[in-house]
């Protein structure tokens, strides 16, 4: 297994990684980009955050949902409890929120695959409200692969077994030069 699988992948170590003593530090995007240029399958069990700062898995965004995924037999899964910075309407979180759940679970799929990919759809069924302090089980899979796109599905559980929400998405194919597009922000 190379260090690129599963809890051999490390980005949130990326930000420190020098490329040679002789150059500059690579900055935070170079860095991520060159963990991220050749994944494989990961295998089972805790997976890395997409990178520290993701607002769905990082943990260094304080905005941001910090899902805690594993890689499980059929794909992937999290248990997730939303917060007051998720709510909508009162006590229930706010729907696009849930969709960012689903849309980032989707995104530790990739790491089953062995392919770096991008949402280009995302369908979010709103079954039941999803409650602020309680605990979901979220789980995803991929459904078909179909040249470059992966068609994945997850839903979202209550404790007792209750549906409270389904998604599907269409994720594309791309190479890792898809991200080097970040390089454009202007953000300090
Ligand atoms: C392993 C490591 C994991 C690391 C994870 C990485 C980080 C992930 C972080 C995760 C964070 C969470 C996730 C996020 O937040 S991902 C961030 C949100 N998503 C984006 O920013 C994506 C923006 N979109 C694009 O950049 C382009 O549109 C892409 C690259 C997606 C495609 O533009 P491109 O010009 O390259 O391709 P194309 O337009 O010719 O289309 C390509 C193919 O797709 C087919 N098609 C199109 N639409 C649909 C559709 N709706 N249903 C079914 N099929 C569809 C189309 O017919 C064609 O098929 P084919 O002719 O090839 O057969």
Redesign the pocket.
Known sequence: MSDAQGQGRQPEAVKTVDDDTDRQPMSTLDAWVRS?AH?EPASLGRLPA?SPT?A?CGSENPAGLALVVDATEDGVRAVHRFDRRQEGAPGIAHGGLVAAAF??L??FL??RV???A????LTVEYLRPVLLGTDYEFTAKVRTR????LHVDASAVETDGRRVATADA?F?I?DVD?FEQGRATTLP
């Open positions: 991220m994944p997409h993701c769905g849309d980032d989707f995104g990739l790491y062995g392919e770096l991008v949402t280009r759809s179909e040249g470059r796109r269409t594309i791309v898809h």
